[in-house]
Nanobody, 125 residues
Framework: QVQLVESGGGLVQAGGSLRLSCAAS????????MGWFRQAPGKEREFVAL????????YYADAVKGRFTISRDNAKNTVLLQMNSLRPEDTAVYYC??????????????????WGQGTQVSVSS
């Protein structure tokens, strides 16, 4: 089992920044992809970014590319999501997820077996 705990959400004005943190514990996740997803009211959960724990390779959704940066701290088993130039459309509950899947399917939420409880990000205009 893998336990994931997110933190760092909040309310920010458009153009501002927030940093989300996801602390992982339990079973080793060295082969896993660590992803961030978000879900706005009335919308489906969508992929935001991921990082491969072992290689550090990253991948971003087009909507956040150039504004968000995902990174990891191996010593602390923590994944960070730095969000800059936030927009009102970034408002959502953000979830951290972990899973072991092929790169071709790594943006699909259903491929991730472990999820955090979510943290709210609200961006005012």
């Amino acid at each position: 089992q893998v336990q994931l705990v997110e933190s760092g959400g909040g309310l920010v004005q458009a153009g501002g920044s927030l940093r989300l943190s996801c602390a992982a514990s339990g079973r080793t996740v060295s082969s896993y992809a660590m992803g961030w997803f978000r879900q706005a009211p009335g919308k489906e959960r969508e992929f935001v970014a991921l990082i491969r724990w072992s290689s550090g390779s990253t991948y971003y959704a087009d909507a956040v590319k150039g504004r968000f940066t995902i990174s990891r701290d191996n010593a602390k088993n923590t994944v960070l999501l730095q969000m800059n130039s936030l927009r009102p459309e970034d408002t959502a509950v953000y979830y951290c997820a972990a899973g072991d899947m092929a790169p071709a399917t790594q943006t699909q939420a259903r491929r991730y077996g472990y999820w955090g409880q979510g943290t709210q990000v609200s961006v005012s205009s």
